[in-house]
């Protein structure tokens, strides 16, 4: 079984770099993601910070968040994330200008198995199965992108 993983997929967005980087906040996220409800812990007024804390809800699933590096000058974020019993990890976003095609994104995943529901999680989550999932993550954010457009021009 599987008890470590580390994945990382980019992706290009139909955007500047500026309208890009919020949609990967807690707040921003709620944008494009559906289902994306993000309770915010600290602080109350949600802005994203070093030391946010919130978590999230996926069906019985509830995973705790925190921001423990916020780099809004240089278009990037790490938050640490646990789903008790099941999995502790780590998401980064790095986004960065590609001048005519918009904004380059990199996500990176890592995970480590808190016990045999997280090595199961972690199993399914190949090379492809990863690529998959931020693939529809290009997807939606382009869609959103593209609906409004002129509300950043």
Same mark, same amino acid.
């Not at 199961?120 to 959103?144: P, Q, R, V």
């Given at each position: 079984m599987t008890n470590h993983l580390?994945?990382?997929?980019?992706?290009?967005?139909?955007?500047?770099?500026?309208? *890009? $980087?919020?949609?990967?906040?807690?707040?921003?996220? &709620? #944008? %494009?993601?559906?289902?994306?409800?993000?309770?915010?812990?600290?602080?109350?007024?949600?802005?994203?910070?070093?030391?946010? *804390? $919130?978590?999230?809800?996926?069906?019985?699933?509830? &995973? #705790? %968040?925190?921001?423990t590096d916020w780099r809004p000058q240089e278009h990037r974020v790490r938050y640490a994330r646990v789903t008790p019993g099941s999995r502790f990890g780590f998401v980064e976003v790095r986004c960065r200008d590609a001048g005519s095609r918009g904004t380059l994104a990199s996500i990176a995943y890592t995970f480590t198995a808190l016990g045999e529901q997280g090595q199961s999680y972690l199993s399914g989550l190949t090379e492809d199965a990863f690529t998959e999932m931020i693939e529809t993550w290009k997807a939606s954010i382009n869609a959103w992108l593209r609906k409004n457009a002129a509300n950043h021009e």
């Amino acid at each position: 079984m599987t008890n470590h993983l580390e994945r990382s997929h980019s992706i290009d967005l139909a955007g500047p770099v500026e309208h *890009v $980087f919020p949609l990967f906040t807690p707040v921003g996220a &709620t #944008l %494009w993601v559906d289902g994306w409800n993000p309770e915010v812990l600290y602080p109350r007024n949600g802005e994203t910070k070093e030391g946010m *804390v $919130f978590q999230t809800r996926h069906g019985e699933e509830v &995973t #705790l %968040w925190a921001c423990t590096d916020w780099r809004p000058q240089e278009h990037r974020v790490r938050y640490a994330r646990v789903t008790p019993g099941s999995r502790f990890g780590f998401v980064e976003v790095r986004c960065r200008d590609a001048g005519s095609r918009g904004t380059l994104a990199s996500i990176a995943y890592t995970f480590t198995a808190l016990g045999e529901q997280g090595q199961s999680y972690l199993s399914g989550l190949t090379e492809d199965a990863f690529t998959e999932m931020i693939e529809t993550w290009k997807a939606s954010i382009n869609a959103w992108l593209r609906k409004n457009a002129a509300n950043h021009e």
